[in-house]
Structure formats: C-alpha cells, structure tokens
C-alpha cells in the first residue's frame, strides 16, 4: 500500500487548513452536523486521498464524492456492447487503456484481447485515426469515452476522418456530460449537498456559466479548482465562505487555466459533431436525461453504433448490475467505500465487482490504496 | 483520465492538419493545436499547453506547466500518461508489437 503523500508546501497548507476550521467553526458545522461539499471530478478524489486532505480538514467538513470518473460511471451493457463490436474478425478497436479492466457481463475488453479481439490501447483518437490510415482493409472502431475534457478531441477527429473520407473509421461514442448528473444528484432527495468543487479541466472547455443552475436553482455554490492540493484547500474554503456568508455563486479559483467562457474551438466541434441524447444510462445512477452525447446524423458513417446496428441504435435493452455491488450508493454519497459489505474482500483492484475499483480514480479505489482497506479488514 | 499534462511545443509539423510536435516531459509526440491556434501556427512555437490526449487544449505559461508536472507526478498521473503515449505508438505496429510491449 502507498503511503499518503506529504505536502511538499506545508506553510501554505496548514494555513487554509486553519482558515477552513474557523470558517467552519463559523457556520456551526461539528463532526455530528458537517458540511457536506462534493468533488465531481475523480482526479480531485485521487489528490484527496493521496495528500490525505480528508483527514486533515476539521471534522465539520466531509467530502462526497461524486461521479466524475467516466470508466467508474460505464455501465455493464456499454462494455458488453463495446465486446460485441471488438470481436468482430474485421474490427480492430482502439480505447484508452483506463477502460481495458472494466468487467461486462461476461468480460472485460482485457479479456476478449486475451481470447484474441484485436484491441489496441492507444493514447489518443489520433493514434486510432492513424490505425485506420494504415489498415484500411479493416474497421477500425475507437471507443469515445469521457467528459468535456475529452470530448473535443473525439469531434475533431471525427471531423478528420469526415475530411479525409475515412470511411473505415468510427466512433463508439459514449461521451457524457458534468452538468446533467449533477442536477440529477441535486434532484435526489437523499442527496445531502452543501456545495461543490468543479472540475478544472473540464471547465477549461466548457467555461463555468453551464453551472450557474446550481446556484440559480438550488441555491448551492460552486467553485471550479485546479487540482493541486492547495487549489482543493483554496477552493473549498470558498466554498465554505460562501455558505458562511449565505451566498450562491459559481467562482473560479482556476482562472489561470480556465477562462469563463471555455475553448471556443473545442465548443464549436462538440456543437457540430454531437447532439444530446434523450438519456443516457450511468452505472449506479441509472437513466439521466440528455445525459450522454451522440453523433449527429451529418456525421452518421461514424457513428459505430450506426455502422453495427447495436447500442442505442438496436433498441432499450438493460442490463443488471453485479449482486451486492454498492458502487450507486457510494457514488451518490449514501454509503462509504469501507461500509459496502464486498470493500477489500469481493471486491479489490485486482479483481474488482464494480467500476468504482476497476479506475484509479475511482472512490473506493483511492480509498483501497491509500488506507481504507484497513478498515475494511476483518479483525483477527 | 481528463487531466491534461504540461508539455511545449517545439515545430510545427503539419500545417493543413494543425499538428505540431510538443515535448512531454522528454517525450516527443505529435499533437493537435487547434484549440490553442488563434493566429499563424508558428507562433505556438516554443509555447506550454496542457495536452489532453493528444491535443493541445490551453496554453498555460511555465510556471504553471513545471508546477502542475509536479503535481501530476505526485498523482502518479505523468507516468501513467508517458505509458499511455508509448501504448499508443505500440499500437500503431499493430498487434503483434502490441502484445510484446504489454508483457515486456
């Protein structure tokens, strides 16, 4: 097990820490009645565990960790369909390697490479585009997986390949969206949130107003950070101040990467590229309106679920999650990683039941690695 | 996966295409400008973007870009993408090659 990183700043550090206790201390926020900020973004998750920040804020601050990790939020019948698509004998499929261990209902795209898919784990869509170049007596498929961040970079090479006239190459498109699980989550009345820490680098592209609903309609705060630990310790402290001081904003602790209005290029190839989805399936979350992103009909010789006949395009089709998987429950904050009854013994990195092991930076996987599990080994 | 990680840009390649070669920590690899390009290619030359699986997607000054490799390193997210860019060139030899690199 890796150890909890020390802080290469402590000065700084300690004194946000500081400030946060007293802004706490403040609101009236105790370790019985804390306030409650989630972190969407599953990089946050990581560098809140690996710098221990969890447990050095006071005891009136509790993390929620939410579900900004793409891989963590795939549900099953996408993996199975992605399996589907890659052993076809003409398919060679490219995805990002985070992906590779996620288990389907029967295997993992690890395991179809294993039993002779040619799978291929590339870097980048470019690296996919570039596969299709060179083997144009093959389909090559790349498996679109993630938020704003990455999204661009998927509608730009398909606006390549549309240039090109690749016609061997397509996108398995199951790019999904930061603000809608949000307002689901917002929605639920289970949901205790006082506010939250916005991802960076997705605002880096969209820019910050697509939350401004949270503060509108909820009356909840939100700061997008860097993810340095002292970004998160900056940025929740205003998050706090602003519940000290009975204000909702969107603000931006980021500004130095994220400009207000996002990367005008990376919005116009989503806008040309994509169109909503009536609704998207999120593993544990289940179906969540306009969610998810398709390929729009102009670019539809792309669209691999055009191309198969399967996914979305084949027709509703559901499939279970894994019995005793509680990764719905954690990733809306109802349960801790260490209460599921599968943490550390049905359920590890190395054999994970649910997705929110399966990524690094998943919840119960940061808390696996950075000292969680002890708390789930049983005593002897 | 949606962090970007600091590298510069040191020539541009394909002009048509918007690729230009950036130096990842010590890694060369070809990368989209397009998102970073507001006026005439050359003048990325030189510059530090935060690249996002192979795009350039916000140019950010060196300061910043030293500051968050570091960060990126204390997540183990730097490796992760160095491994992922020599994944991607494996891939490219197709999957024999491919195969070799992962049990290598």
């Not at chain 1, 398919?91 to 996620?102: E, H, P, S």
């Not at chain 1, 116009?268 to 999120?282: C, G, K, M, Q």
Request: aromatic share 6%.
């Amino acid at each position: 097990m890796k150890h909890v990183q020390e802080f290469r700043d402590p000065k700084p550090a300690k004194a946000l820490i500081a400030r946060i206790g007293a802004v706490l201390d403040r609101i009236g926020a105790t370790a019985e009645k804390p306030v409650h900020i989630m972190e969407i973004c599953g990089g946050h998750t990581h560098a809140i565990f690996r710098y221990g920040l969890d447990k050095l804020v006071p005891p009136g601050l509790e993390f929620i960790h939410g579900p900004g990790c793409p891989v963590c939020v795939l549900p099953m019948s996408r993996v199975d369909e992605c399996i589907e698509i890659a052993e076809r004998p003409e398919v060679i499929f490219t995805t990002f390697g985070d992906a590779m261990r996620v288990p389907g209902t029967g295997k993992s795209l690890m395991q179809a490479k294993a039993d002779g898919a040619d799978i291929r784990m590339v870097y980048s869509p470019l690296d996919a585009l570039e596969i299709a170049r060179r083997n144009p007596e093959r389909e090559v498929v790349f498996f679109g997986l993630g938020f704003e961040t990455t999204t661009p970079s998927t509608a730009l090479s398909i606006q390549a390949a549309a240039r090109e006239g690749l016609a061997n190459f397509s996108v398995f498109c199951n790019h999904i969206t930061v603000p809608h699980p949000i307002r689901a989550l917002l929605d639920d009345p289970h949901m205790v949130l006082d506010g939250f820490v916005g991802p960076g680098h997705v605002s880096m592209v969209i820019g910050v107003h697509p939350y401004d609903f949270i503060a509108e309609d909820y009356g909840k705060p939100l700061v997008v950070a860097g993810f340095e630990p002292l970004d998160l310790l900056q940025s929740v402290l205003m998050v706090l101040e602003q519940i000290a001081e009975g204000r909702a904003e969107i603000e931006n602790q980021y500004a130095r990467v994220v400009p207000e209005h996002g990367n005008p290029v990376s919005l116009a190839a989503i806008a040309d590229v994509y169109e909503a989805r009536p609704s998207f399936e999120w593993r544990g979350l289940g179906e969540i309106d306009a969610s998810g992103l398709r390929i729009r009909e102009a670019y539809r010789a792309w669209d691999a679920e055009e191309k198969f006949g399967i996914g979305y395009a084949a027709g509703a089709r559901s499939v279970a999650e894994p019995e005793g998987c509680m990764c719905g429950a954690v990733m809306t904050g109802r349960m801790k990683p260490v209460a599921c009854p599968q943490f550390g013994t049905g359920c590890t990195p190395e054999m994970p039941l649910g997705a929110l092991m399966v990524s690094s930076e998943g919840a119960c996987a940061a808390y696996y690695q950075y000292g969680g599990a002890r708390a789930a080994e049983p005593a002897e | 996966m949606c962090l970007g990680i600091p590298g510069q840009i040191i020539e541009v390649t394909d002009e048509a295409r918007m690729m230009a070669l950036a130096s990842v920590s010590g890694v060369r690899r070809e990368v989209n400008v397009a998102c970073v390009a507001t006026g005439a290619l050359e003048d990325l030359v030189g510059q530090w973007a935060l690249i996002h699986v192979g795009f350039a997607m916000s140019l950010i000054d060196e300061d910043e870009a030293a500051k968050t490799l570091e960060a990126l390193r204390g997540l183990g997210e730097a490796q992760e993408t160095l491994e992922a860019m020599a994944a991607g060139d494996a891939a490219l030899a197709g999957p024999a090659r491919d195969a070799m690199e992962e049990s290598a």
